[in-house]
């Protein structure tokens, strides 16, 4: 194997051993580093992954959907509004009405992190929420 492609191989190596944030984060530094999108390239990578031997339940979801399912209160309804609003800038009717007409989406194309504090924020307030 040439040099070249050790070096390649030894750091997709230890990539492979990153979470999807680090991951991430080091995209981001690569694009900013040398002026690149890595889009195009990120696509052709996912390509082989998911249709080699690897199963597609191995990959990795980065992208989620925020469903408020309902209320485990009814006394919860206001804060659910107030939490709803905060999150999606919708205004009091919108999100009275997304709370009276779950199960909903409140926010699609969400990343892991972001969609996990969603969550907790809207069952802190007495919502019912999955992530999809």
């Known amino acids: 194997m040439p040099e070249a492609a050790e070096k390649v191989q030894k750091v997709l190596n230890e990539v492979a051993t990153w979470s999807l944030l680090e991951v991430r984060d080091f995209v981001k530094a690569f694009e900013d580093k040398f002026d690149v999108k890595a889009q195009a390239a990120v696509a052709v990578a996912a390509g082989p992954a998911a249709g080699g031997d690897a199963p597609a339940a191995a990959v990795e ?4 959907i925020v469903m408020l399912s ?12 107030k939490v709803v609003r905060e999150l999606t800038n919708l205004g009091l009717a919108e999100a009275k009405k997304l709370v009276e007409e779950a199960p909903k989406p409140v926010k699609e194309g969400v990343n892991k992190a972001d969609a996990d504090a969603m969550k907790k924020k809207l069952e802190d307030a007495g919502a019912k929420v999955d992530l999809k």
């Not at 979801?61 to 989620?64: A, G, L, N, V």
């Not at 209320?71 to 919860?76: A, F, R």
């Open 70 to 81: 309902g209320i485990s209160d009814p006394n919860k309804k206001i804060p659910v509004i």
């Open 61 to 64: 979801k980065t992208e989620f």
